[in-house]
C-alpha cells in the first residue's frame, strides 16, 4: 500500500501545475502552524472569559426551583473550557449558528453577549482574512520563487549547452585557425559518435552541407567560433513559432523588394 501511495506521488512530476499547487501547500505548512497557534491562544483567552461568566451565573441560581432551562444549555456549552472552546470553534467555522451560542449567553449578561459579538467580529472579519491574506502571500511568493529556479536552470543548461559546443569547436579546428572549414565540419559530423552526441543535444545532422552554410552567416567559407554558437543555439531543437513567424516575414519582405524591382518604370 505503501508503494502505491508513492507512486501516486510520482504523479506530480507529470503536471507542472499540480506539482507547483502541492509545492505552495507544502510552503505554506509552516505558516499554518503558525495560525493554528495564534488561534487556540485566541480560543483559550475567550473561552477563560466565558467559562468565567457561565460558571457565576450558574452557581448562583443552582439553587433555583426548578432549575430553568437556561442553566442547562449553559452548561452544555460553556460549563467547562474545553467545552466552552469546542462551543467558540463550532461558532468561527459555521459548525453551529452562532445565534444560538448567543441566546445562552444573553440570560448571563449583557456584557457576555458584548464579548462574544465582538469575538465572532475579530475572528470572522479580521483573523481568518488576515490568514488567507497570509497564504496567499506565500503562494504567490512560491510561485514567484519557482518561476526564478526555472528561469536559472534554463540558464544553466543553456551555459553548459555552449561550453560543451565550444569544446567540440576546439576539437573540430585542427589547425587552429579559430574557424572551421566545410571539410572540417563534415569530417567530424560523420563520425557516429559526434553524430549520437549531437543528436542527443538537440542538433539534426540530417544535411551537414545545409548545416554548414546556415552556420556560416557571412558566406565566406568558414564558420568563426561565434557564428557556431549562435547557430548552434539557433537550430537547437524544434523550429520555434517566432522562428517560422521571422521567416514568413522576411520572405514577404524579399517578395516585395523583388516586385518593386520587376515594376515597370513610368
Known amino acids: ?21 502541492a509545492l505552495m501547500i507544502l510552503d505554506s505548512m509552516r505558516s499554518l502552524i503558525w495560525a493554528l497557534i495564534l488561534l487556540s491562544i485566541i480560543l483559550y483567552v475567550f473561552a477563560i472569559l466565558f467559562t468565567q461568566f457561565s460558571t457565576d451565573f450558574i452557581k448562583s441560581h443552582a439553587t433555583a426551583q426548578p432549575v430553568p432551562r437556561q442553566l442547562s444549555e449553559l452548561e452544555r456549552q460553556f460549563g467547562t473550557v474545553p ?29 457576555a453577549v458584548g464579548l462574544f459579538f465582538f469575538y465572532i467580529f475579530f475572528t470572522m472579519l479580521a483573523f481568518l482574512n488576515i490568514t488567507t491574506g497570509v497564504f496567499v502571500d506565500n503562494a504567490v511568493e512560491t510561485a514567484r520563487t519557482q518561476r526564478d529556479f526555472l528561469v536559472q536552470k534554463e540558464t544553466e543548461l543553456k551555459e553548459r549547452y555552449l561550453a560543451e559546443m565550444r569544446d567540440l569547436f576546439v576539437v573540430m579546428d585542427e589547425d587552429g585557425s ?3 572549414s566545410r571539410e572540417e565540419v563534415e569530417n567530424h559530423f560523420q563520425d557516429p559518435r559526434v553524430k549520437s552526441y549531437l543528436s542527443a543535444l538537440g542538433l539534426d545532422l540530417a544535411d551537414t552541407e545545409r548545416l554548414f552554410s546556415l552556420l556560416d552567416v557571412d558566406g565566406d567559407g568558414d564558420v568563426s567560433i561565434d557564428e557556431f554558437l549562435e547557430g548552434c543555439l539557433r537550430l537547437k531543437g524544434l523550429a520555434r513559432s517566432i522562428d ?23
Open 1 to 21: 500500500k505503501m508503494l502505491r501511495i508513492a507512486r501516486v506521488f510520482r504523479v506530480f512530476r507529470f503536471f507542472k501545475e499540480l506539482s507547483l499547487l
Open 83 to 111: 467545552l466552552t472552546v469546542y462551543s467558540l470553534l463550532q461558532a468561527m467555522l459555521g459548525g453551529m449558528s452562532w445565534g444560538v451560542a448567543s441566546d445562552a449567553l444573553r440570560e448571563v449578561h449583557w456584557g
Open 178 to 180: 579559430g574557424t572551421v
Open 244 to 266: 517560422v513567424q521571422h521567416l514568413l516575414m522576411e520572405f514577404k519582405k524579399f517578395n516585395r523588394t523583388v516586385a518593386a524591382a520587376l515594376a515597370p518604370q513610368h
